[in-house]
């Protein structure tokens, strides 16, 4: 990995997805429970006012880029990206190498079966693959433990966890220690996408870094959520400012 930047507060690696797939693979061989971020524009501006949530952030092996904001704003401060990194287009190469080292997922996270018909969709596409078990994501703090249980008796080894950001991200620094996963990765809507129940956005859209306004017009409830994105840019071009004046004064 040729390096890493902070972006109002939180870290990016420079890591795409070949690089991410081989590094996950070497954490799910070792014996330290590490976290997998792929870091959203709506992420850094929560950790500017959750410093805990920034922490969990922070303590990731690997932060990827899954937004076109923070791609930019870690562009500006010189870090060498090809491109974003999601959740959902890091899950069949992933899962095509872990079918080959013979490595157990868990999928934890959506409502009803999603999960169970995500990991279904992931071993047709990759024979092989070992699914350890799936798991809806609408449970308390009351069965966090439980979860984590099952989980361990499970036997995975990398643990895919959809509930949504930042619960997933809080739940993988409290918990993955307990479930017996050496990775845990926050992937988001995937399992939502993989089960068919939403549709990704076109090639062209996502090429031209658009798919939040075709997720935005698919879904415009979320319109609020997406409220992060001036205030990203905003704080990212006051942050630049800041420094700009910092270095001119140094
Ligand atoms: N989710 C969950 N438990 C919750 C809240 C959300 O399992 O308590 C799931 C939800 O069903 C969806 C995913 O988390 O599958 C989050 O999807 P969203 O599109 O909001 O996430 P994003 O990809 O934008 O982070």
Redesign the pocket.
């Known amino acids: 990995m040729s390096g890493a930047t902070s972006v109002l507060g939180c870290r990016v690696d420079a890591c795409g997805v070949d690089e991410a797939v081989a590094r996950i693979l070497e954490l799910a061989r070792g014996d330290v429970p590490a976290s997998v971020i792929?870091l959203?524009t709506?992420m850094v501006v929560r950790a500017r006012r959750d410093p805990s949530f920034r922490s969990a952030l922070n303590a990731s092996a690997l932060s990827l880029c899954?937004t076109v904001g923070v791609l930019y704003a870690a562009r500006a401060r010189g870090l060498h990206l090809e491109g974003r990194v999601t959740?959902i287009d890091l899950l069949d190469p992933l899962c095509a190498a872990l079918a080959r080292e013979g490595l157990a997922v868990y999928l934890?996270?959506?409502?009803g079966d999603?999960?169970a018909r995500a990991g279904a969709a992931l071993a047709a596409r990759h024979p092989g693959l070992r699914i350890a078990g799936a798991r809806?994501?609408?449970?308390g703090p009351a069965q966090d433990d439980e979860a984590a249980a099952t989980i361990r008796a499970s036997g995975a080894r990398v643990l895919l966890v959809?509930?949504?950001?930042p619960?997933?991200e809080l739940w993988v620094a409290d918990h993955l220690a307990k479930t017996g996963a050496l990775v845990g990765i926050?992937?988001?809507?995937?399992?939502?996408v993989l089960a068919g129940?939403?549709e990704r956005a076109p090639e062209v859209w996502r090429r031209l870094n658009v798919e939040w306004l075709y997720?935005l017009m698919k879904?415009p409830w979320?319109w609020r959520?997406q409220l992060a994105l001036p205030a990203f840019v905003l704080l990212a071009l006051q942050e630049r400012l800041t420094a700009g004046r910092g270095s001119s004064t140094a």
């Open positions: 792929t959203g709506e899954d959740g934890l996270g959506a409502k999603t999960a809806d994501g609408y449970f959809g509930l949504g950001s619960r997933q926050g992937v988001g809507g995937s399992f939502d129940n939403v997720r879904e979320r959520r």
